[in-house]
């Protein structure tokens, strides 16, 4: 195919995006319905035609000169590699049957137009992302996935709180792209170029120190996107927008960009011992942090968010490890379950009659259609890490990275990841047991659930099972073939013996097991919430958004009531209107003077003729007396 053609990819969700923007609200509600999804849908048919010319060196294609400035051109341009073309296919494929499900599950709202805009456009900035060939094209991802994640968290905008949740996710990832801005100009200026390949290619020839410094920056920027510690805040209130939103965001697009921008940057951020461990520490600490919050979590799909903070903890470790394969992996494993499970989420909440506290749910295995169950149950099964899962090769390969890491120090982001699985294992059968299992616990009756809503839950469902077959090991048989797709973008090979590989499998299985049995003895019969402090404490996020509120936003707040009142008010405007009242009070002098009558200006002509006569004979008395 012409490599031209390329652009197509992003600009077919660009294009129905403008058509529904402008049109939407116009035509029949199945114009843009049609749009939406076609928009995404011919993405998808295009990645797979294309999928040829993601080998070797890889495709690039470009548009057009975007900017000239002497020796400097800077083209649109795009990349279409090793890998760029998984994740290509994985942000379409799941980004379409999400659409699809979108048509049933907003069926009743009314200002449909502008979902299914901004949906297409998270799509296309999310594909800028994954295509760009330089630094311009990426930060134009970068930021339009920020934009649209605002508009469509905060979609229902009229609840004040959906609104702040929008603002919220904007403000904190802007932090990110603060830092993320910095180490992409510092690159340029180092090495002369945007293009990402030439600053890969120069990256040894950068001082070690200056290594440190930018991965540091990369990584503060990934965390932004990737709601990784400290700036990690945001995602568990993204909850506000329709479920929908919440599958795109945590499985194919915005969640797994912070993901994406370290392997992409690999060849720069593995020179630096230092930032690869800063990488993994980040990705344990949020992973473990991540999963006690979820422990806690009464809303279902509060308990999913932080379940995705914890599972990108893992893809941090996994590329801190040096196997960008692994985290890969993990991340297109975790696309298909993450968002089987929050579109089952959604059907739940309907079944529920629109309840979200899993407390008040109970019985909806025998309440809803049965294949709910199973394709919840299918994406649990892959979360909590079950043997032979996707979900559980994927993580098992990124636990045997860390376990025969040559660093000391591995050893104890492999126990933090292993204690990692066996919670996130507790808190996922919790929630089956709590959503499924006993009576029904809630007062509202059920919503009908459209065919839409149920039936691309399948495909995902079954992808999340089957996953692990991309990069089946090769100790159970497998060829590891993403591994071999991915070549020399792969990272460092994991270099282990079946015995330690089989005690780990054995270790992670067992993990799955005792998750699952603390669960059933916990909440297999119905037991209400605990309420105490340390609960109360994880329900919070660790009181996050308290530490957060302390440490800036009350001191900003102060900060501006100082210059607002003390400079503003006081000293600017004090003395702006001092000025004012002055000249006012003059004038008012002069008006005084100015009656409008003519014998009051006689008057006044005749006292001063008399003054100055009086003045005048003064002076002559005395100049008389000197002579």
């Known amino acids: 195919m012409n490599e031209s053609l390329l652009f197509l990819i992003p600009l077919l969700p660009l294009l129905c995006a403008v058509l529904n923007m402008f049109f939407g609200m116009r035509l029949p509600r199945l114009f843009a319905e049609t749009m939406a999804v076609t928009g995404v849908a011919g993405a998808f048919v295009l990645t797979l035609l294309f999928w040829g010319q993601g080998g070797g060196e890889g495709t690039r294609a470009v548009l057009f000169s975007w900017l000239s400035s002497g020796s400097l051109e800077v083209s649109f341009a795009l990349n279409f590699d090793r890998l760029a073309a998984p994740m290509t296919l994985m942000v379409t494929g799941v980004a379409t049957l999400i659409h699809l499900y979108a048509v049933g599950y907003m069926h009743g709202e009314d200002d449909y137009a502008r979902f299914y805009s901004l949906l297409n456009l998270f799509v296309f900035a999310m594909l800028m992302i994954v295509l760009a060939d330089n630094l311009l094209v990426l930060f134009l991802g970068w930021e339009g996935v920020g934009l649209c994640s605002y508009g469509l968290i905060g979609f229902w905008y009229r609840k004040l709180e959906n609104a702040k949740a929008g603002t919220k996710a904007f403000l904190v990832t802007r932090v990110g792209d603060v830092f993320l801005g910095i180490a992409l100009l510092w690159l340029f200026t180092l090495t002369g170029t945007l293009s990402i390949s030439a600053i890969n290619a120069q990256a040894a020839t950068i001082s070690p120190g200056v290594v440190i410094a930018l991965s540091l920056l990369l990584l503060l920027g990934a965390c932004g996107k990737s709601a990784q510690l400290p700036l990690m805040t945001w995602l568990a209130d993204a909850m506000a927008g329709p479920t929908p939103v919440s599958a795109l965001i945590h499985a194919a697009t915005m969640v797994t960009a912070g993901v994406y ?18 990488i993994t520490a980040i990705g344990a600490l949020t992973a473990i942090y991540a999963a006690t919050c979820a422990m806690a979590q009464r809303e279902i799909k509060r308990v999913l968010a932080y379940s995705t903070m914890s599972q990108v903890g893992y893809m941090f470790m996994a590329v801190g490890a040096g196997t960008v394969a692994g985290a890969m992996f993990h991340l297109l494993t975790h696309a298909f379950f993450k968002a089987v499970l929050f579109m089952a989420a959604g059907c739940v909440i309907h079944l529920a009659d629109n309840e979200n506290d899993i407390f008040k749910m109970g019985g909806l295995a025998r309440r809803g259609p049965p294949e709910l169950f199973w394709v919840f149950l299918a994406g649990a099964v892959c979360l909590a890490g079950l043997p032979l899962t996707g979900g559980f090769f994927s993580k098992d390969g990124i636990l045997l990275a860390l376990f025969s890491h040559p660093d000391p120090v591995y050893r104890v982001f492999w126990l933090i990841g292993v204690v990692t699985a066996l919670l996130t294992a507790f808190y996922t059968f919790r929630l089956v047991y709590l959503v499924f299992a006993g009576e029904y616990r809630g007062a509202g009756h059920p919503h009908a659930i459209p065919l839409l809503m149920r039936w691309p839950l399948w495909p995902l469902a079954l992808l999340g099972l089957g996953g692990g077959l991309l990069n089946l090991p090769a100790f159970v048989g497998g060829g590891e073939a993403l591994h071999h797709w991915y070549g020399t973008l792969a990272g460092l090979e994991v270099d282990a013996s079946q015995e330690v590989e089989w005690m780990l499998v054995g270790l992670a299985a067992a993990l799955t097991g005792g998750g699952w049995f603390a669960a059933r003895w916990r909440y297999r019969s119905y037991r209400p919430p605990l309420d105490n402090a340390v609960s109360r404490f994880l329900l919070s996020g660790w009181r996050a958004d308290a530490l957060v509120d302390c440490l800036f936003v009350r001191p900003f707040a102060a900060m501006a009531r100082f210059c607002s ?41 005749a006292w001063g003729f008399l003054v100055l006569l009086g003045w005048f004979l003064l002076k002559l008395v005395n100049g008389g007396g000197h002579g």
């Open 565 to 605: 009142t003390g400079c503003d008010r006081t000293l600017f405007d004090g003395t702006i209107n001092g000025l004012g009242r002055l000249a006012t009070s003059w004038s008012n002098l002069l008006v005084l003077l100015t009656t409008g009558r003519l014998t009051s200006y006689l008057s006044a002509f």
């Open 261 to 278: 921008l370290l392997c992409r940057f690999f060849p720069l951020v593995s020179l630096s011992a230092v930032a690869m461990t800063a």
